[in-house]
């Protein structure tokens, strides 16, 4: 199991970005898939999860309304989209499945509000 995340940076306050996380080593179509995010000194904790056909979505309380997860199963991606950012949105975010029991998590990419 590979997870890839990309599409990181520095941006302005009230910017928006969109996350990927290109998927491999498994059958991406048939598992839900999440995105975590830690913040400096701050526990990793999780703001979205997706259903393995995308149908169904769930959000942290603290991110409901602007941020969206999304998937392409035919590419085996997953996306986070980042909308009007605030400087408490800034963290590493993570990709994340559960795969045959075990927890799998990419790297990360670093989001930073510019402030």
């Known amino acids: 199991v590979q997870l890839v995340e990309s599409g990181g940076g520095l941006v302005q306050p009230g910017g928006s970005l969109r996350l990927s996380c290109a998927a491999s080593g498994f059958t991406f179509s048939s598992y839900s898939m999440s995105w975590y995010r830690q913040a400096p000194g701050k526990s990793r904790d999780l703001v979205a999860d997706?259903?393995?056909?995308?149908?169904?979505?769930n959000y942290a309380r603290s991110v409901k309304g602007r941020l969206t997860i999304s998937r392409d199963n035919a590419k085996n991606l997953v996306y986070l989209q980042v909308n009007s950012l605030k400087p408490e949105n800034t963290a590493v975010y993570y990709c994340?499945?559960?795969?045959?029991?075990?927890?799998?998590w990419g790297k990360g990419t670093q989001v930073t509000d510019s402030t």
């Open positions: 997706i259903t393995s056909a995308g149908g169904s979505t």
């Open positions: 994340h499945v559960v795969w045959r029991k075990v927890n799998y």
